[in-house]
């Protein structure tokens, strides 16, 4: 019998298999992984968005986290962070590796969900929420920053996902939040605003914490967000721009002005979507950036402390 596959003929331990699975994830570079309540994702989700519209078939669905950012990538300018701090493309080559793992190994079929577009919907509606998933799955929780899930230990991590017709036991969510940090609760006492929210260069967050530090209301302004740091519009923008110039000078001024340029380099090197991420609302959240293992030299901290131990 071939390394990692099973015998067709054993029965199927659920649990085992679970534990092999995200053991992978961990193996690979995850830094959390779980399996998120499929009944309840069908629940939540929207008609066109539930797993089962991809996947008839469905019967599990494994979430995976990576780390954010490095320690050094929150030192750097706004400018460099919001194009090369990102280190979400793990998370998907970890998915997409594990979908082949899983139907070797228990031939199951899976896929790698994918984090895009509906192209069917436009640049502001996934296929599926990534989100939501890692959520269910209890390796994420909604924070005041645009509801970006916070993990307790990792901080901010970048999530990705796998559908499979293998049933497998899911997790719970997290039953605490991390977010507020207490830092943040007490600056709400005092001026009414969170770090996240004080920090926003566009003000696109808002939201309320009681009297014993908890999360009541929280409000993100997409739009506003969008405006300033994605770049789907953008380039459909710069196009339109061209073609309707009058003359070819303003044609030229509307594809080559310096902040358009770089739109152009990024898809002469390949670097990945063509858009762009602000992150100030992270460099500020002392989950994000201060958690026990939220980039690598706190995890090697640890490390050497529990060698040490």
Known sequence: MA???????SPLDPNEA?????????KKGALAAGVADLDAIERIA????RPSDLMPRVKSVISLGVGGQTQGAWTVPAKALTFFGSTEGRAYSIAYGLAFMVERA?????????????PELGSRVPLQSIKLHAELAGIGARSLAG?????????????????????LPPDAPMTE????????????????????????????LDGSIDDAGNQTEMNYEMAACAEMTQQYETLASVLAGAMNAG?????????????????????????????AQCFECMR??????????????????????????
Not at 21 to 26: A, F, K, R, T, V
Not at 180 to 202: D, E, H, L, R
Not at 288 to 293: D, F, G, N, R, W
């Open 147 to 167: 509801d970006i899930l916070l993990h307790p230990e990792y901080g901010y991590m970048y999530f990705a996902s796998v559908f499979t017709e293998l049933e």
């Open 106 to 118: 228990y031939l199951a079929r899976s896929v790698y969900c994918p984090p895009d577009i509906d």
């Open 284 to 309: 500020v959240c002392p989950i994000a950036t201060k958690a026990p293992l939220a980039d690598p030299i706190r995890r090697a901290q640890a490390d050497l402390e529990k060698g040490g131990a």
């Open 177 to 204: 939040n991390p977010c507020p940090a207490t830092s943040c609760a007490q600056m709400y006492k005092q001026i009414g605003k969170t770090p996240c929210m004080k920090f926003c260069p566009v003000q696109c």
């Open 18 to 26: 679970k534990e092999a699975i995200l053991g992978y994830c961990l």
């Open 3 to 9: 390394k990692n596959q099973i015998d067709i003929d």
């Open 247 to 275: 003359t070819p000078e303003e044609r030229s001024a509307m594809l080559h002005r310096p902040e358009n340029k770089t739109l152009w380099y990024k898809m002469s090197v390949g670097s990945g979507g063509l858009l």
């Open 46 to 49: 929207p008609a066109g968005h």
